[in-house]
């Protein structure tokens, strides 16, 4: 089967430093990117345990014409998946031919490593707060449905719901099919870590998206009002999107720009199936947007997600296994990039409210760029204070530094980000007070496309990206 190929070549690349496991799914021309995806990294999750029964079920002896990865994402499936998709093609009959084998060897692991359950072989830190037990966050999606109805349809299969949590002591006591709402967002429900819902027809439906807490934190907190103009800045794959269109309540204008245009058309599908109909997707460099361009005159808000080193991820060790931190010189290449896109971000002339954000770790990719920007800006914009009772606040390098906010397993229960919300000190004098209220109360002409610009459409039928 063509999945299983593909994912043996991610899984190769990969091992061999070729890049990182989402950059190597979307180069590798394979359709669906999304089950792929997921299987790559299942099977990486579990590479030592399954070299391990490979090894002592001598099948790479006995298959002299199967190579080392593709057995290993065929044995994963057999044994720790769902069983084969598709029927297996050519390869069930050959692992057939060792499925008793290989059944025994993990038994066997199991009883000589004292464990009961395939997920307590793994080689990971089972402490609280670790990231392997961050728990699964769902966000409910306000533009197809509402929370009470998605809790519903989860208690009627068997879910328990526990109402809303109080504190992150109950996020990290959930336990087998118990589920709260988030104690901070209203439309963010929480499972237990390693709960597996790609598969559940709601999610399928777009009724809600798999994100994690920290990434729902930008939209949230850019609290741009139903009606406003809004760029995007660095969209895909779309999940923060989503969200804004989400808290729009579809009304408005969302200006998403990317340059990969794979990404951008899965990112199309998402927001199709999210029933995202007020964005306009550009396959462009923001860098490139013209302020003065009179389609971005009402943009009073902007989030932007630039390209990051990704140290905050939780997928991190399994997609870049074995590196640290980042290198002094790909960190000083992606703090410019940074730091020109948040300057060119504040040119807007009627920008009032952005929000810097990254899933980086780094003080280089997130304070010291917010600072630098302020600084290219004296008097101009400030750092916003916000949610004060947030426990983990950014690193005291300036002056109103503690009013950024950083996520971390440990601390807030969540995968590794950086958020900072910025606003303009006045009034652009370009932009009147009154003008800039009759602007978000009356609707904006449609405007004139270019030939590389699409609305994210329902019919759309690129395959959805991670």
């Not at 509402?146 to 009627?156: A, I, L, M, S, T």
């Not at 870590?193 to 559940?200: F, G, M, P, R, W």
């Not at 990969?260 to 306009?280: H, I």
């Not at 109103?400 to 950086?418: I, N, Y």
Request: hydrophobic share 40%; charged share 20%; aromatic share 6%.
């Amino acid at each position: 089967m063509a999945l299983y190929a593909a994912a043996a070549a991610v899984l190769a690349g990969v091992e061999s430093r070729q890049g990182s496991i989402k950059g190597l799914v979307y180069s590798s021309g394979f359709q669906n990117v999304k089950p792929l995806y997921a299987l790559v990294c299942e099977t990486r999750r579990y590479s030592a345990v399954l070299d391990a029964v490979i090894a002592s079920a001598g099948l790479l002896r006995a298959e002299k014409k199967l190579r080392p990865h593709l057995a290993k994402v065929l044995v994963y499936e057999l044994l720790l998946g769902k069983g084969f998709r598709g029927g297996g093609g050519r390869w069930k009959p050959v692992l057939g031919r060792h499925q008793a084998r290989l059944k025994a060897e993990l038994a066997r692991l199991k009883v000589h490593r004292g464990v009961s359950r395939n997920e307590d072989l793994l080689e990971v830190e089972s402490r609280p707060g670790s990231a392997s037990q961050v728990p699964r966050f769902v966000r409910v999606n306000t533009l197809k449905t509402c929370c009470d109805d998605v809790v519903d349809y989860f208690k009627r299969q068997g879910f328990s719901y526990q109402g809303r949590a109080s504190s992150l002591d109950d996020l990290r006591a959930l336990k087998g099919k118990h589920f709260l709402l988030d104690p901070l967002l209203p439309e963010l429900l929480v499972f237990p870590a390693q709960t597996d819902l790609h598969e559940h027809p709601l999610y399928q439906a777009g009724h809600f998206i798999l994100q994690d807490k920290a990434s729902c934190l930008p939209a949230m907190l850019l609290a741009a009002p139903p009606g406003s103009h809004v760029i995007d800045a660095c969209a895909a794959p779309g999940n923060k999107t989503s969200h804004l269109a989400a808290l729009l309540k579809n009304q408005g204008k969302i200006f998403a720009f990317d340059l990969d245009a794979k990404r951008l058309a899965s990112m199309a599908t998402l927001l199709a199936r999210a029933g995202v109909s007020c964005c306009e997707l550009a396959e462009e460099d923001f860098l490139a947007v013209s302020p003065s361009d009179p389609r971005y005159r009402q943009v009073r808000y902007i989030l932007l997600d630039p390209s990051c080193s990704g140290s905050g991820m939780l997928t991190r060790q399994l997609e870049e296994p074995g590196a640290g931190t980042p290198s002094k010189e790909r960190l000083r290449a992606l703090a410019g990039f940074q730091q020109r896109a948040l300057c060119h971000a504040l040119t807007f002339p009627s920008l009032q409210r952005l929000v810097y954000s990254t899933c980086s770790l780094c003080q280089e990719e997130n304070e010291d760029v917010v600072r630098d920007a302020l600084q290219q800006n004296p008097g101009a914009f400030r750092l916003v204070p916000v949610l004060p009772s947030w426990p983990h606040r950014g690193l005291g390098t300036f002056p109103g530094a503690e009013h950024c906010l950083r996520a971390s397993p440990e601390t807030t229960f969540t995968g590794g980000f950086f958020i900072a919300v910025i606003e303009r000190v006045e009034v652009p004098s370009s932009v009147s007070q009154a003008e800039a209220l009759a602007r978000d109360l009356t609707p904006s002409p449609a405007p004139k496309r270019k030939k590389r610009r699409r609305k994210a459409a329902a019919g759309a039928s690129t395959s959805l990206g991670t």
